[in-house]
């Protein structure tokens, strides 16, 4: 069964830095992880989850939204199934749960992508 498991969550200063890690697992990744977009997204409590980056199956394209653009990184690596994300200089409001997803297209409405992790908590105190 398709599986995403989420690294590298933590407790950072505001200004500091984290590297978000992606594990994908399982029959239908081990075939076709390459084919698919990667993302991640975040999601405050109370509230619904939101686009924070993407990137192409290729990694020839990667979007960020305007809250994160400039601060985080996005990354793959496809023979090692992962996908990363770099987040610098952050701030108490990236504090949140973020989850790693996978799906065919790369939009920044949760429910085009298909396949998503647990989530990894990041709290950044001011």
């Known amino acids: 069964q398709a599986r995403l498991d989420e690294s590298g969550g933590g407790l950072v200063h505001a200004g500091g830095s984290l590297r978000l890690s992606c594990a994908a697992s399982g029959r239908s990744f081990e075939r076709f992880f390459g084919n698919y977009v990667m993302a991640w997204f975040r999601q405050y409590p109370g509230g619904g989850r939101e686009f924070v980056a993407g990137?192409?199956?290729?990694?020839?394209?990667?979007d960020y939204s305007d809250a994160v653009q400039g601060r985080f990184t996005i990354s793959r690596d496809n023979a090692k199934m992962t996908a990363q994300l770099l987040m610098n200089s952050l701030k108490p409001e990236d504090t949140a749960n973020y989850y790693c997803?996978?799906?065919?297209?790369?939009?920044?409405?949760?429910?085009?992508?298909?396949?998503w992790g647990q989530g990894t908590q990041v709290t950044v105190s001011s």
């Open positions: 990137i192409l199956p290729n990694g020839g394209r990667t």
């Open positions: 997803a996978a799906g065919p297209t790369l939009r920044n409405s949760q429910g085009d992508y298909t396949t």
